[in-house]
């Protein structure tokens, strides 16, 4: 059975002086500007079709109505970051035609399909990351026009540039200030670590090494023991601590521990105990409520206990030692944290989903061993899990001391970003998102 729970964090007035503002830079993308100008002819703000010229007072016309409507296609941006003020703009007609009178007494009026001629322009980006399509130029070179009549493709080309720069004051209004991105890097190493793995690692660091578990009670084989902590070089008996070790995707933690010894009397014991404890922190993409991709932060922690016996008996007259059997029993517990960061009328907040499994225990014997049920007699499960439930690197006390603070100190972070980057314009947060590259890009508005 799993246990599930979730809360929203929101902003709070809480501050923590040790870590320093991120900074961010203005973003765009080809995929960006594609969407804003879909959404805008979705709503009307930017039209499906090009018109431009009259054929009874120049006797040229691109559009009309009926099959002389000039539909465009989607519109096509490619942008690229190593050309930051340059964007290259598609633009593709499914249909149409010029429209032009018969040169015979201009009374017929001809026509010329335009269905599936494409121009390339070139497009400013500025420095707030908007569309400037103020001076957008056609590169000939790069389009597609079908057409041997030169003062058509002239007359075209004209048509459909003044056209799209009509346009350029609404565009550059939907597309500037509106998206601005942090770096993975950075976020991670400003804000993660600090409020997140050196956290944890305090609390690791205060739960008893197991190592000194056995200690009064066996003898321990230094030859047959292991003590393997990750980010260190540690032995049975230098003390070292198992670290937080960086990784591709965050950090991770692993402290294991195998004691070997012998218990001797009538009945000899080869006995092994161990104890194998692992935490993940992890930055990843994960759809939020909507679909839409969020900046996710995944804690996990397994537990895992291990416990071995091998029995040899005493026979009577020879006084050798005759194998008897041996038992083994396992149990394994783990819990999970996920924290999102989300949006909410503006504020930052974080929506915590905690989950913790019930324990998942194993056993079993070979030979005569004496105990029919070995798991009680080799490990206190009920036991085992109060401690899992109750130390200082349990669920509720890392949620307890992660969550909240967590959402406080980015939420501000994130509201410090947006006023830092436009501070005439008053934005704030609408929307917040992890892109492909796993840098967080946030949504402005007004």
Request: charge should be negative.
């Amino acid at each position: 059975m799993v246990t599930t729970k979730a809360v929203f964090f929101e902003i709070g007035s809480e501050t923590i002086t040790s870590v320093q503002q991120l900074s961010a830079s203005w973003f765009t993308s080809g995929k960006f500007l594609e969407s804003t100008i879909d959404a805008m002819r979705a709503a009307g703000e930017f039209p499906n079709d090009i018109r431009y010229g009259s054929v009874e007072v120049g006797s040229l016309a691109l559009g009309g109505e009926g099959e002389d409507e000039a539909v465009l296609r989607p519109i096509e941006i490619r942008y690229d970051p190593l050309a930051p003020s340059t964007a290259h703009v598609s633009l593709t007609l499914a249909s149409g035609n010029l429209r032009f009178y018969n040169a015979y007494g201009r009374r017929d009026i001809l026509r010329q399909s335009v269905a599936g001629w494409r121009l390339e322009f070139m497009a400013a980006v500025n420095e707030y990351g908007g569309l400037a399509l103020h001076a957008a130029l056609c590169d000939v070179d790069k389009s597609h026009l079908p057409c041997d009549n030169a003062p058509l493709k002239e007359f075209f080309i004209t048509a459909v540039g003044h056209w799209l720069r009509c346009f350029a004051p609404a565009v550059l209004k939907k597309t500037a200030m509106r998206r601005a991105v942090i770096g993975r890097e950075g976020f991670l190493r400003q804000y993660v670590y600090p409020l997140v793995v050196e956290k944890l690692q305090r609390r690791f660091d205060s739960l008893p090494d197991y190592v000194t578990s056995r200690e009064g009670v066996a003898q321990i084989s230094q030859q047959d023991s292991q003590n393997e902590k990750s980010g260190v070089d540690a032995t049975l008996n230098n003390g070292a601590r198992a670290c937080f070790v960086r990784n591709c995707n965050g950090w991770t933690y692993r402290d294991h521990v195998l004691l070997s010894w012998q218990e001797a009397n009538r009945t000899l014991h080869d006995r092994e105990s161990e104890q194998d404890l692992q935490c993940t922190v992890a930055l990843g993409r994960q759809a939020g409520p909507d679909g839409v991709p969020r900046p996710t932060l995944d804690i996990t922690s397994v537990l895992g206990r291990y416990e071995w016996d091998s029995v040899k008996q005493e026979l009577p007259l020879s006084r050798q030692r005759s194998y008897m059997g041996k038992a083994w029993a396992r149990a394994t517990l783990q819990w999970s944290l996920r924290l999102q960061w989300q949006v909410e009328d503006g504020r930052v907040g974080i929506a915590a989903l905690a989950r913790k499994g019930m324990p998942a225990t194993d056993a079993g014997t070979t030979g005569i061993y004496v105990v029919s049920d070995p798991l009680p007699h080799l490990l206190n499960v009920q036991r085992i899990n109060l401690w899992w439930e109750g130390n200082a690197a349990s669920l509720s006390s890392v949620q307890q001391d992660i969550a909240g603070s967590l959402a406080t100190v980015t939420g501000d972070m994130f509201a410090a970003v947006a006023e830092g980057l436009a501070p005439e314009c008053k934005l704030v947060c609408r929307d917040l998102r992890i892109n492909e590259s796993g840098d967080i890009e946030i949504e402005l508005g007004e």
